[in-house]
């Protein structure tokens, strides 16, 4: 039972990471840098619960979410494809625009400067969500369809950077993109494909955080979009690989929720694991990351 | 983005020997009038070709002329802002690279444009992608590279990456790449400066079956035995103009260097027995030896940084005066040999002298005072800072000597500046221009300015003129043969046979890491070397 409750707590923290980090591998794989994961999820996380408080339905408050995770990607595509911008200035631009604006928005809509009202969610088989006991609740919990999603979005992303021409085309362009242009291939087009796919599956994301806990708060993706990123780059850009890291890192934290009473550890130094493996793997003690080499870098 | 071009403007291509070919053969393709500029630089000026269907056609020119910008235009990939280019009659200026392919036109470029993580098939399939329903069909990929490997002879396994191909495979990978489009016009720029000679002789082979079946080949080179080898026409360039078009068999290389200079050039190939540039008796070579080497270099081994060693245990001795050649295809551990004695990079085990001086652990600094000149392989990673201006780049490494109480002395640098670019020839002679403003050649003078218009006992000259033009390379000879001439020692890396044979006293091939075998210049000629550059001879050998 206890095994039981770590798993599935485990995959419920790990579902935003997952749906940001196939977002974010996706972004990268065509050479656009996946710094913006976090302003995304923001963004998508305040429009669904947006959608979903007027609408009282968690699915339009889905429809609102990757609504706004797309026109969010949008702005980022613009910058950095359109206009050739350095992408790690507007990624940190985005990511702050992102906690501004749902502030600004979360007080014009709800006149509060902390949360929005309780917006229904997904859980259609838990009889209240918190404090429900049984087997059966614990994992009616995972019946969810974007933890479903999540599970889905990594093979899928990495099936079809495999298996699809646009897919092969992705992973040239963020590779060599004049190689492509070469052959006759729109380096930007595709990665404005790209973005926007990623856009809409890192949207995913916010839009679970906010109809899991049933409501908007300040700043609520709290720094997920950026472990979602560490899971990309400790994942070396492989889809197997991010999924796992992503996995690895929710059940750090499940972990260090679960002791909590215990004070082993401090839960900051759980906190930080994501961010040390990150470097680790960037310095490559233990097998060198090697990222997309055209990542960062505009078109012609 | 084109802007859309004015119908040609026929002004004729200047030049004396610009109507000498009488072309028999229908014309393929007609470029006339085009003009390209890319901000203030003007890359084709009145730039004009002509090719005939089934030849192979050579088009030459210093680096800057503006070659291969005609043939990016004729590729799709830029569009001209003047000018007009026909292919069988139809105007197609201004057209995509997409419509080029279709068309027939495809281009290898200078630098490969391969994908390094994907496979070869998926490299070759890229962009017009068989498809099995909406999926990638690899299966059928893979067929094509064995089908057209089998039936052109370019014979690459499909599944390798490309990243693990040697140069010479991943040559075949673009030219199977545009075969594989259908191209019956194949554009080639420099294929063969990174080469071996029998890899060379392969292409050669291959262009030659390609014309045979009716195929047409533009080739950009700088290489004018080439020229003469391979092409039946040559185009020259000259400054962004076409300054002729004359047959092959009607050409000497001499008359094709006095249209891409315009002026008398001496070419690489001639051994200045006669030459003004210092004694040049037969180099007393036991003698010099017996007298301290001016670099001594024993056992070096350097790690690649790869997991194994670059350098595999090389010992060689140079006497002041000499220049020692390392002929060798790129990529057998000259570089690394070359960067370790000039301190970029660490040295597993091994010493170096510089004179009586033990120099294996210095900094770059320390081996710079001590007299070590290097003029580095790639001058834009490692020889000039582009936005600095020349007279900042002039004393890049020495910056402590133009200094007053630790602060820049700005008036040593701008009278140091102008010696240096009157003394090297560096044009246009403004110092404060930055680097990148200079055409290649002219920015390898400022390298080059740095390096050898001082002190230096020792010179490392890493493919010294690399991407240059013939007019530079004249100018460049002439130096290293002075410097050699005034008892300096010269360590000459080239991936240019032709240069190494020109310059060096002595020639040592380097293959996998090791000397695989040293010859007095007397001996060494391309045919001697050719198989041990490719490992086919001397394997085994050891370097004492």
Same mark, same amino acid.
Request: aromatic content about 4%; hydrophobic content about 45%; some cysteine.
């Given at each position: 039972?206890?095994?039981?409750?770590?798993?599935?707590?485990?995959?419920?923290?790990?579902?935003?990471?997952?749906?940001?980090?196939?977002?974010?591998?996706?972004?990268?794989?065509?050479?656009?840098?996946?710094?913006?994961?976090?302003?995304?999820?923001?963004?998508?996380?305040?429009?669904?619960?947006?959608?979903?408080?007027?609408?009282?339905?968690?699915?339009?408050?889905?429809?609102?979410?990757?609504?706004?995770?797309?026109?969010?990607?949008?702005?980022?595509?613009?910058?950095?494809?359109?206009?050739?911008?350095?992408?790690?200035?507007?990624?940190?631009?985005?990511?702050?625009?992102?906690?501004?604006?749902?502030?600004?928005?979360?007080?014009?809509?709800?006149?509060?400067?902390?949360?929005?009202?309780?917006?229904?969610?997904?859980?259609?088989?838990?009889?209240?969500?918190?404090?429900?006991?049984?087997?059966?609740?614990?994992?009616?919990?995972?019946?969810?369809?974007?933890?479903?999603?999540?599970?889905?979005?990594?093979?899928?992303?990495?099936?079809?950077?495999?298996?699809?021409?646009?897919?092969?085309?992705?992973?040239?362009?963020?590779?060599?993109?004049?190689?492509?242009?070469?052959?006759?291939?729109?380096?930007?087009?595709?990665?404005?494909?790209?973005?926007?796919?990623?856009?809409?599956?890192?949207?995913?994301?916010?839009?679970?955080?906010?109809?899991?806990?049933?409501?908007?708060?300040?700043?609520?993706?709290?720094?997920?979009?950026?472990?979602?990123?560490?899971?990309?780059?400790?994942?070396?850009?492989?889809?197997?690989?991010?999924?796992?890291?992503?996995?690895?890192?929710?059940?750090?934290?499940?972990?260090?929720?679960?002791?909590?009473?215990?004070?082993?550890?401090?839960?900051?130094?759980?906190?930080?694991?994501?961010?040390?493996?990150?470097?680790?793997?960037?310095?490559?003690?233990?097998?060198?990351?090697?990222?997309?080499?055209?990542?960062?870098?505009?078109?012609? | 983005?084109?802007?859309?071009?004015?119908?040609?403007?026929?002004?004729?291509?200047?030049?004396?020997?610009?109507?000498?070919?009488?072309?028999?053969?229908?014309?393929?393709?007609?470029?006339?009038?085009?003009?390209?500029?890319?901000?203030?630089?003007?890359?084709?000026?009145?730039?004009?070709?002509?090719?005939?269907?089934?030849?192979?056609?050579? !088009?030459? *020119?210093?680096?800057?002329? $503006?070659? #291969? @910008?005609?043939?990016? %235009?004729? &590729? +799709?990939?830029?569009?001209?802002?003047?000018?007009?280019?026909? !292919?069988? *009659?139809?105007?197609?200026? $201004?057209? #995509? @690279?997409?419509?080029? %392919?279709? &068309? +027939?036109?495809?281009?290898?470029?200078?630098?490969?444009?391969?994908?390094?993580?994907?496979?070869?098939?998926?490299?070759?399939?890229?962009?017009?992608?068989?498809?099995?329903?909406?999926?990638?069909?690899?299966?059928?990929?893979?067929?094509?590279?064995?089908?057209?490997?089998?039936?052109?002879?370019?014979?690459?396994?499909?599944?390798?990456?490309?990243?693990?191909?040697?140069?010479?495979?991943?040559?075949?990978?673009?030219?199977?790449?545009?075969?594989?489009?259908?191209?019956?016009?194949?554009?080639?720029?420099?294929?063969?400066?990174?080469?071996?000679?029998?890899?060379?002789?392969?292409?050669?082979?291959?262009?030659?079956?390609?014309?045979?079946?009716?195929?047409?080949?533009?080739?950009?080179?700088?290489?004018?035995?080439?020229?003469?080898?391979?092409?039946?026409?040559?185009?020259?360039?000259?400054?962004?103009?076409?300054?002729?078009?004359?047959?092959?068999?009607?050409?000497?290389?001499?008359?094709?260097?006095?249209?891409?200079?315009?002026?008398?050039?001496?070419?690489?190939?001639?051994?200045?027995?006669?030459?003004?540039?210092?004694?040049?008796?037969?180099?007393?070579?036991?003698?010099?030896?017996?007298?301290?080497?001016?670099?001594?270099?024993?056992?070096?081994?350097?790690?690649?940084?790869?997991?194994?060693?670059?350098?595999?245990?090389?010992?060689?001795?140079?006497?002041?005066?000499?220049?020692?050649?390392?002929?060798?295809?790129?990529?057998?551990?000259?570089?690394?040999?070359?960067?370790?004695?000039?301190?970029?990079?660490?040295?597993?085990?091994?010493?170096?002298?510089?004179?009586?001086?033990?120099?294996?652990?210095?900094?770059?600094?320390?081996?710079?005072?001590?007299?070590?000149?290097?003029?580095?392989?790639?001058?834009?990673?490692?020889?000039?800072?582009?936005?600095?201006?020349?007279?900042?780049?002039?004393?890049?490494?020495?910056?402590?000597?133009?200094?007053?109480?630790?602060?820049?002395?700005?008036?040593?640098?701008?009278?140091?500046?102008?010696?240096?670019?009157?003394?090297?020839?560096?044009?246009?002679?403004?110092?404060?221009?930055?680097?990148?403003?200079?055409?290649?050649?002219?920015?390898?003078?400022?390298?080059?300015?740095?390096?050898?218009?001082?002190?230096?006992?020792?010179?490392?000259?890493?493919?010294?003129?690399?991407?240059?033009?013939?007019?530079?390379?004249?100018?460049?000879?002439?130096?290293?043969?002075?410097?050699?001439?005034?008892?300096?020692?010269?360590?000459?890396?080239?991936?240019?046979?032709?240069?190494?044979?020109?310059?060096?006293?002595?020639?040592?091939?380097?293959?996998?890491?090791?000397?695989?075998?040293?010859?007095?210049?007397?001996?060494?000629?391309?045919?001697?070397?050719?198989?041990?550059?490719?490992?086919?001879?001397?394997?085994?050998?050891?370097?004492?």
């Amino acid at each position: 039972m206890i095994i039981l409750a770590f798993i599935v707590q485990t995959l419920r923290i790990a579902t935003p990471y997952l749906l940001a980090a196939s977002g974010g591998l996706l972004s990268e794989r065509a050479g656009i840098i996946a710094l913006t994961l976090e302003g995304w999820m923001l963004t998508s996380a305040f429009c669904a619960a947006l959608g979903a408080h007027y609408a009282q339905s968690p699915w339009v408050g889905l429809l609102c979410g990757v609504a706004g995770g797309i026109v969010a990607a949008a702005l980022h595509a613009v910058a950095s494809i359109r206009y050739r911008a350095n992408q790690v200035v507007v990624g940190i631009a985005i990511n702050l625009l992102a906690i501004g604006t749902t502030r600004f928005f979360l007080r014009l809509a709800f006149d509060s400067s902390s949360n929005s009202p309780r917006v229904p969610g997904f859980d259609w088989f838990t009889s209240s969500g918190a404090g429900a006991g049984g087997v059966l609740d614990t994992l009616a919990s995972l019946l969810n369809p974007l933890v479903v999603a999540g599970l889905l979005a990594l093979p899928v992303v990495g099936w079809l950077l495999a298996n699809l021409p646009l897919g092969l085309r992705i992973r040239a362009v963020g590779e060599k993109p004049e190689a492509a242009e070469s052959l006759g291939v729109d380096p930007a087009r595709v990665r404005w494909v790209a973005v926007l796919a990623a856009g809409a599956l890192t949207s995913l994301g916010g839009v679970y955080l906010a109809l899991d806990q049933h409501q908007f708060t300040d700043n609520m993706t709290a720094g997920r979009g950026f472990i979602a990123l560490a899971a990309v780059i400790f994942g070396n850009w492989r889809p197997a690989r991010v999924a796992i890291a992503c996995v690895l890192f929710a059940a750090a934290e499940t972990l260090q929720i679960q002791l909590q009473g215990l004070q082993l550890v401090p839960s900051q130094f759980v906190e930080m694991i994501p961010y040390l493996l990150t470097i680790v793997a960037l310095a490559g003690i233990v097998g060198r990351a090697v990222p997309p080499a055209a990542l960062g870098k505009p078109t012609a | 983005m084109s802007t859309s071009p004015e119908s040609g403007r026929e002004r004729p291509a200047t030049g004396a020997t610009g109507s000498r070919v009488t072309s028999h053969e229908p014309r393929l393709l007609v470029a006339t009038g085009v003009r390209k500029a890319f901000g203030s630089v003007e890359a084709n000026r009145n730039a004009s070709l002509e090719v005939a269907r089934g030849e192979i056609h050579a !088009l030459v *020119g210093e680096n800057g002329a $503006g070659k #291969s @910008t005609l043939m990016r %235009i004729l &590729a +799709g990939l830029h569009a001209p802002d003047d000018g007009r280019v026909e !292919l069988d *009659g139809r105007d197609v200026t $201004g057209w #995509s @690279t997409r419509q080029a %392919i279709d &068309a +027939g036109v495809g281009m290898v470029h200078q630098h490969f444009m391969l994908v390094p993580t994907l496979t070869v098939a998926e490299n070759l399939v890229l962009g017009r992608e068989p498809r099995r329903g909406a999926r990638l069909d690899r299966a059928a990929a893979r067929a094509e590279v064995e089908t057209l490997g089998t039936r052109t002879g370019l014979v690459v396994a499909p599944d390798r990456l490309v990243s693990d191909l040697s140069v010479g495979e991943a040559q075949r990978v673009e030219v199977l790449k545009v075969l594989w489009r259908g191209a019956r016009l194949l554009i080639l720029d420099e294929p063969t400066a990174v080469l071996s000679p029998p890899e060379v002789k392969d292409l050669w082979g291959v262009l030659r079956r390609l014309t045979a079946e009716g195929s047409t080949v533009v080739l950009i080179t700088h290489k004018l035995d080439e020229v003469m080898e391979i092409s039946d026409t040559v185009t020259v360039m000259r400054a962004g103009e076409t300054v002729g078009r004359i047959a092959t068999r009607d050409a000497s290389p001499a008359a094709i260097a006095r249209m891409m200079v315009g002026r008398e050039v001496r070419l690489a190939t001639d051994r200045p027995e006669a030459g003004g540039s210092g004694p040049q008796d037969e180099p007393s070579h036991d003698s010099r030896a017996m007298s301290r080497a001016a670099l001594d270099v024993k056992a070096l081994v350097v790690a690649s940084g790869r997991g194994d060693d670059a350098v595999r245990g090389v010992s060689f001795a140079i006497p002041p005066g000499e220049v020692f050649g390392i002929a060798g295809v790129e990529g057998n551990g000259q570089s690394e040999l070359v960067e370790a004695i000039a301190g970029l990079r660490r040295v597993s085990s091994g010493t170096i002298h510089l004179g009586a001086r033990d120099i294996t652990s210095l900094g770059m600094r320390e081996r710079g005072d001590a007299g070590l000149s290097h003029i580095p392989e790639d001058r834009h990673r490692r020889g000039l800072v582009l936005d600095y201006a020349i007279a900042d780049n002039l004393i890049l490494g020495r910056q402590h000597h133009f200094t007053r109480r630790g602060v820049l002395d700005r008036g040593a640098i701008a009278a140091n500046a102008a010696t240096q670019v009157a003394g090297f020839d560096i044009r246009p002679p403004d110092p404060r221009l930055p680097a990148a403003a200079l055409s290649g050649g002219n920015q390898q003078k400022v390298v080059i300015a740095r390096e050898m218009g001082r002190e230096f006992p020792v010179l490392l000259a890493c493919q010294p003129t690399r991407g240059v033009d013939v007019g530079a390379i004249e100018f460049i000879h002439a130096r290293i043969r002075a410097a050699a001439a005034a008892g300096r020692a010269v360590l000459l890396v080239s991936a240019d046979l032709v240069e190494v044979l020109a310059l060096a006293d002595r020639v040592a091939v380097m293959y996998d890491g090791r000397f695989v075998t040293v010859l007095p210049r007397a001996q060494a000629s391309a045919a001697v070397l050719g198989p041990y550059m490719t490992g086919l001879a001397g394997r085994g050998a050891t370097t004492p």
